[in-house]
């Protein structure tokens, strides 16, 4: 049964009518969420550009004007069979003979959404057709002569109309607009976006780029997932009741070294590395069950793998082959588990404490920081130093009358030197505990930014565990946790 203009006008088929025509826009923001104006913002195919507004938004438009005209030829004076104008998105038309109107619509994918038949003069609002947002196309002939019609659905309308007739597979090929969005903001890098549709809104996030520095990394840098990441590591564990080790063979024989490796270990997952080293007279086994220095229990989301080699005898745990012992560890477990070879550190005290001073003094390029319990600037042997930074955290009891304080501030200063331009936060005056009340931390103001020195002090002597006055809990671990977070 034949449908009249009036009858098909029922069927309500509504969207936007355009051709070649798209807006693109959307919002530009870096990673904290903070709106990036002025950045520049171009199609690289379509040569459209602009820039974002204070809001950090900004809107791409191309927009082609409505052709009324009739059908092409009616001036050389054939007759055709009929007119078809697209203007506002009303189709209209009208025919010089009873040949009927054939209407078909297409997504991009090239699947008919609607096929009608119209007989007779008038206008269409097509609406209802197509419930999705996006572009769209029209097959519309009168007789044998076809015209092709991209629609979008954004409120943009106009129409264009080939002079040769073609099939619904040609006009997606032709008219399939892409294009590579580019973006481009000082202090960030270069954004490019490939485009499927270009009638879309879109939210973008400008990313600062890594530093680039000799040594060492930025504060709060991506993780550096070393070789072992996505490897499937089994351990020979043994155990003493609940507390895992292995004996790790190195180079100049076997080590026992403790273990604790978070329990929903993800093998894709980078780790910080924590090294626990014991004092003289102390054993692994004790690092590991005083929590590594009280820094396991403060490791809530199972960010860390914590290590406590055992050293080499009670009266001198810890000498010159040592250092060798802690590269070779270190690359085992860097080889055979995900670890973030940004995030390595090394806690210790008395003459665990020295040891892990030592390698602050030569391992800079490894290891992103140390704390050190009751220090000293000697040991039974000590690298040469190298001119680098670190991060370096010590803590003092003044009443000491082994690592005294003398010998501490020693240390410390050597770090300061290495961690400023020209030595010069040796001559700032850190704020020390007065003599009553709880702890003093200082946090260095003239050292370089990647790598702060804290230095905590307190009435107490050599012990590692100090605690503030009527207080149960040592306020180290807290202290220490938190310096290490700053990385």
């Known amino acids: 049964m034949k449908k009249s203009v009036w009858e098909s006008l029922a069927l309500a088929c509504a969207f936007a009518v355009s051709a070649n025509a798209f807006t693109v ?12 104006s002025g950045a520049a913002v171009k199609l690289l195919q379509k040569g459209l550009e602009t820039t974002t507004d ?15 005209d009739a059908l092409p030829g009616a001036s050389l004076g054939r007759v055709l069979p009929g007119y078809i104008s697209v203007n506002n998105g009303i189709l209209s038309f009208s025919q010089r003979s009873s040949e009927p109107v054939q209407v078909q619509i297409f997504d991009m994918m090239g699947n008919r959404l609607l ?8 206008s269409l609002d097509l609406q209802a057709c197509v419930k999705a947002q996006g572009a769209y196309y029209a097959l519309v002939k009168i007789g044998s002569v076809q015209r092709n019609i991209r629609f979008t659905s954004q409120g943009n309308y106009g129409a264009a109309f080939g002079d040769k007739s073609a099939s619904v597979a040609n006009a997606l090929k032709k008219t399939n607009d892409t294009d590579d969005l580019r973006v481009i903001a000082d202090g960030f890098d270069t954004l490019t976006v490939k485009l499927a549709n270009l009638d879309t809104n879109l939210v973008l996030t400008l990313t600062k780029p890594e ?3 000799a040594y060492g990394w930025g504060l709060k840098n991506d993780p550096v ?3 072992g990441c996505g490897k499937d590591t089994r351990l020979d564990y043994k155990y003493r009741g609940d507390k895992p080790y292995i004996e790790f063979k190195w180079s100049k024989g076997t080590r026992t070294v403790r273990l604790d490796i978070p329990k929903n270990y993800d093998k894709n997952k980078p780790y910080k590395l924590i090294f626990g080293m014991q004092c003289m007279g102390g054993w692994a086994g004790g690092v590991q069950d005083e929590g590594y220095y009280g820094l396991k229990p ?6 860390a793998i914590f290590v406590a080699p055992e050293g080499n005898g009670n009266q001198a745990p810890w000498g010159q082959d040592d250092y060798l012992l802690f590269d070779e560890l270190l690359a085992y477990f860097e080889g055979n588990f995900c670890i973030d070879s940004s995030r390595v550190f090394s806690t210790g005290f008395s003459y665990g404490s020295m040891f892990s001073n030592g390698l602050s003094w030569n391992h800079q390029d490894v290891l992103r920081a140390v704390a050190v319990y009751e220090t000293a600037e000697r040991n039974i042997w000590l690298p040469q130093r190298k001119q680098m930074g670190i991060g370096w955290m010590g803590v003092l009891g003044l009443q000491d ?7 501490g501030r020693a240390a410390r200063d050597i770090i300061l030197e290495l961690n400023s331009e020209g030595g010069k936060a040796k001559n700032e005056r850190a704020q020390e505990y007065g003599g009553s009340g709880p702890h003093v931390c200082y946090d260095y103001t003239t050292v370089e930014e990647r790598f702060p020195v804290r230095w905590c002090t307190q009435n107490g002597g050599h012990i590692w565990d100090h605690k503030d006055p009527g207080q149960q809990q040592s306020w180290v671990p807290k202290a220490t946790w938190d310096f290490f977070n700053k990385f």
């Open 298 to 303: 403060l490791d809530t989301e199972n960010s």
């Open 54 to 68: 204070d809001k950090g938004e900004f809107t791409l438009h191309q927009d082609e004007s409505a052709d009324t």
């Open 115 to 122: 096929k009608e038949t119209l007989y007779g003069s008038g």
């Open 401 to 407: 009358n082994l690592c005294t304080p003398t010998m």
């Open 211 to 213: 530093p680039q520095y």
């Open 225 to 227: 997932p070393t070789r």
């Open 25 to 36: 826009s959307g919002k530009v923001s870096d990673e904290q969420g903070k709106t990036v």
